[in-house]
């Protein structure tokens, strides 16, 4: 079945660095690429997502980037703050044809001050 | 603003025992999901529901049934708790069209 890996399991920056997760998925025709922020003793939020005929999507100091070739896409997170630290998660679905996400494994974030 | 409520924060039941775990959501929403989460393994589907009274397996159905008698509720039933089922068990609806999952705050259950 659906398979999605997720690296690094935890990540620790200093603050104002850059931080980079990255996902890839198992079957090509997946096409709904969301991630999702969880805060400590909180619920997951989403916080960007793509769809694979993106290469590529911005909001803010968060982009998501997308290469369906490869199978893979990935976070960026720019000019990182300490409310940045959270588990993020990489999800992939074949929307249109099934609801169901296929989450990675989480990625631990911290950003010291 | 979406809600998504379930019953208990936190659940401490015995070996055997039926446990029942409740989501309700005030937004009309058509899809609604069981997750569990373990550290190091993410959010698995057990099981999740496109309307009321159909359901689908997930990824890990083994040791759990679900309810969707009213579009607003949803409800995830160990039919007999076995301590390999101690988690944190996350619901999550869903609208058709934008994709987005609004998630509970969990259950956090413990089976001794």
């Known amino acids: 079945g659906e398979n999605v890996e997720q690296h690094p399991s935890t990540l620790s920056v200093q603050e104002g660095d850059s931080a980079v997760i990255k996902c890839t998925y198992s079957?090509?025709?997946?096409?709904?690429f969301p991630w999702y922020k969880q805060e400590l003793g909180k619920r997951p939020q989403l916080i960007i997502d793509?769809?694979?005929?993106?290469g590529e999507k911005k909001d803010q100091r968060i982009a998501v980037t997308l290469n369906k070739t490869a199978k893979h896409f990935s976070l960026h997170i720019t000019e990182t703050q300490p409310e940045d630290s959270a588990v993020y998660f990489c999800?992939?679905?074949?929307?249109?044809?099934?609801?169901?996400?296929?989450f990675g494994s989480g990625t631990r974030l911290l950003v010291r001050p | 603003d979406v809600k998504v409520t379930q019953s208990s924060r936190y659940l401490v039941k015995r070996t055997g025992e039926k446990v029942f775990l409740e989501c309700v959501q005030d937004m009309d929403h058509e899809n609604m999901f069981w997750y569990r989460q373990d550290p190091g393994l993410g959010l698995r589907l057990i099981y999740f529901?496109?309307?009321?009274?159909?359901?689908e397996k997930g990824d890990i159905p083994e040791g759990y049934s679900v309810s969707r008698e009213k579009k607003e509720r949803f409800s995830l039933i160990l039919e007999s708790a076995s301590t390999n089922q101690t988690s944190m068990y996350l619901c999550a609806t869903e609208d058709r069209g934008p994709y987005e999952q609004y998630f509970g705050p969990g259950t956090r259950l413990t089976v001794t």
């Open positions: 529901s496109y309307d009321v009274k159909m359901k």
């Open positions: 793509i769809r694979s005929n993106v």
């Open positions: 999800a992939a679905s074949k929307r249109d044809s099934s609801y169901k996400l296929i």
């Open positions: 079957d090509s025709a997946s096409n709904y």
